[in-house]
């Protein structure tokens, strides 16, 4: 996944030499990935096409929600009262970004700590069997679903915040919170460990000969070399979690003011989008203020993507 | 999602379906098809009419029905209908889109204005009408709520029971979500129209997960549409005023009109409405039309 698929390319036996028995298979050097594709070749250039699909999609993507977004009156987007009904709307996006600060900021909490360790343990300490078993119950929880989660967290999590918490509803920061923390741990453990097992064994193992212990090695040579892949993988679940919008809707309560405390229900950015935008006509302020409220999101996240993608880069190519 | 053009039909695909449809109708027998329209509408018999219904999520379901029992008795009249809500079809129906605008609200002054500007008038005919249910716990001993009272509890001010006259109970309230037409009656009739409130509650994506809290929790109350009511939640009877009579939610009550948490449903046209959309909405006001309205979860008008 780090790595360039290239090396692995070409230790597997290809296909039968395309220039008869006599042309050297496999070429030597890497093949060109980079530059021109030589004129005529159909395939190339359509996979030239393709490459350029996603930019040019995501280019579209941004100038489509900055043009919704209108101009002008963005100082009243810092406001602290977010009010899109009646004859008096106010449109202050203070409560709902607090709403994702709390609960991205709580599934963060819980997911980095416990994410760490798990990877930790799939890579230098579980034993074979049992390893690989979490490795693939993580990639199936990676692959539920998030109004799945959604579910769980009102039907299960909610409840438990309100009873063992004390929280009044069962819709919460908190719930909320756990809830993305499940969603999040998955990918970002299996990313930990990507991460971790990249370190070079000669550095594990001068570690060991140099007498010291397991957990001094784990702490001290492993985990600081990957560090930067794995503070990528948090970036990753924080843009991750920012973006969530299903179960944000089905366990944070939806309540749009700013919280006293985790355990009151709260709304997000996401899910203030997902609930308001049916009812928003198009140039009207409050379909603006939805837009810049989605543009502030995709910015973050697009941030959030390059700097994870950099670190971990940095991790991959140390290797 | 809410630009007012997205909900409109591509016209070249419907017609080109419905004149397919027409043509296997001519072929199969003319007889009985030709008489009917003969006797319903001549006019329309060389050109098929066609009438775009468009706006409100509450009228979406009652509107399809009377369009497919319209479309039985008059082969010769297709009608189409979209939701989106009850402002995208005003909208559309100002732009010239739509035919007939489905809303669960009287039209703006701002939109009337426009409609002016436009050189008609937006005029509205009630068409049916539509209830929502207060409902608590059915261990729950409270009985009736004023509007007074729902204010306060659906703005997030009642925090136990004991404030509305109840037991020491911590009060749970759950709405609707925004674009919920449950959730404007409730909050045009408690909070009065163009009142902003009702959002400092839980909000709940849905009347079915709406009925689900209400019936796990003993300090939950809520909001339905009549058609969601079961035995695991109990409504409680509204007073319109406080210290007014409360008046619970019971067919005569409904039907009279003495239960305050109703509202009339419109059906906008460009001007009176003329031809088609004239025919269609003498339909919809016929008793038949009303008799299908009250057999799907709506008041008559």
């Known amino acids: 996944m780090v790595r360039s698929p290239v090396p692995s390319r ?16 496999p070429p030597p050097g890497p093949p060109p990935l980079r530059g021109e594709p030589p004129p005529g070749r159909w ?56 709403g994702t600060g709390a609960v991205t900021a709580l599934a963060l909490a819980v997911t980095v700590p416990a994410g760490i360790g798990a990877a930790l343990w799939l890579v230098a300490l579980a034993p074979p069997v049992p390893g690989r078993a979490l490795a693939a119950l993580l990639r199936l929880m990676a692959a539920v679903p998030s109004v799945v989660w959604g579910l769980a967290g009102r039907g299960i999590v909610g409840p438990l915040v309100q009873d063992l918490a004390g929280a009044r509803y069962p819709q919460s920061a908190l719930a909320a919170g756990l ?40 702490t001290r040579v492993v985990l600081p070399w990957a560090a930067p892949g794995v503070v990528g993988a948090a970036l990753l679940a924080l843009g991750r979690g920012m973006g969530e919008t299903m179960a944000m809707v089905m366990v944070a309560g939806s309540v749009p003011s700013l919280p006293p405390s985790l355990l009151e229900p709260v709304e997000t950015v996401t899910a203030a989008i997902a609930w308001e935008m049916g009812e928003a006509l198009a140039g009207q302020p409050h379909y603006q203020a939805l837009y810049r409220l989605a543009l502030g999101l995709l910015v973050a996240s697009l941030a959030l993507s390059a700097a994870a993608a950099r670190l971990r880069r940095a991790v991959a190519v140390r290797g | ?27 199969w027998g003319c007889g009985p098809a030709g008489g009917e329209a003969a006797a319903g509408a001549p006019a329309q018999r060389e050109r098929p009419a066609r009438l775009h219904l ?26 189409t209908v979209v939701g989106g809500g009850s402002g995208v079809g005003i909208q559309g129906l100002l732009l010239g889109v739509d035919d007939i605008a489905l809303s669960s609200r009287p039209a703006g002054a701002a939109e009337q204005a426009e409609a002016r500007r436009r050189g008609f008038a937006l005029v509205g005919t009630p068409v049916a009408r539509d209830a929502v249910v207060v409902v608590v716990h059915p261990s729950n001993p409270v009985v009736s709520l004023s509007r007074g009272q729902l204010r ?14 109840g037991p020491d109970l911590p009060l749970l309230a759950f709405s609707r ?53 079961t035995p695991r939640v109990r409504p409680v009877a509204v007073a319109a005023r406080d210290g007014g009579p409360a008046v619970a939610p019971t067919p005569a009550n409904l039907l009279t009109g003495r239960y305050p948490l109703t509202r009339p449903l419109w059906f906008y046209t460009r001007g009176e409405p003329q031809g088609a959309a004239a025919d269609f909405i003498r339909f919809v006001l016929s008793p038949q039309g009303q008799r299908i309205a009250t057999e799907h979860g709506y008041l008559p008008r």
């Open chain 1, 10 to 25: 070409r230790t597997r036996p290809g296909p039968p030499p395309p220039g008869g028995p006599g042309a050297a298979w």
């Open chain 1, 43 to 98: 395939p190339d250039r359509c996979i030239l096409l393709a490459g350029l699909l996603a930019p040019a999609i995501l280019a579209a993507v941004v100038l489509f929600v900055l043009l919704q977004a209108g101009s002008g009156g963005w100082a009243g987007l810092w406001g602290r009262e977010w009010q899109p009904l009646g004859d008096r709307p106010r449109f202050g996006a203070l409560p709902l970004l607090a």
């Open chain 1, 179 to 218: 809830t993305l923390a499940l969603m999040l741990l998955p990918t970002f453990t299996l990313l930990a460990a990507d991460s971790l097992r990249s370190v070079p064994s000669p550095l594990v193992e001068a570690a060991l000969a140099l007498g010291a212990t397991r957990w001094e090695t784990l």
């Open chain 2, 1 to 27: 999602m809410a630009r007012p053009g997205k909900g409109i039909p591509r016209p070249a695909a419907g017609f080109s379906f419905l004149s397919a449809a027409l043509l296997l109708l001519a072929a």
């Open chain 2, 54 to 79: 468009a706006g409100s999520d509450t009228l979406l379901h009652l509107a399809a029905v009377w369009a497919e029992a319209y479309h039985a008795t008059h082969p010769g009249v297709t009608v």
């Open chain 2, 152 to 165: 306060r509890i659906f703005s997030g001010e009642v925090q136990n029971w004991r404030e509305v006259g």
């Open chain 2, 177 to 229: 979500g925004f674009s919920s037409g449950t959730g404007q009656i409730f909050r045009e009739v408690v909070f009065g129209p163009g009142e902003a409130g009702g959002d400092g509650v839980v909000q709940v994506p849905g009347s079915a997960l709406l009925h689900d809290e209400v019936a796990r929790q003993r300090g939950a109350v809520g909001y339905l549409g009549l058609a969601y009511l």
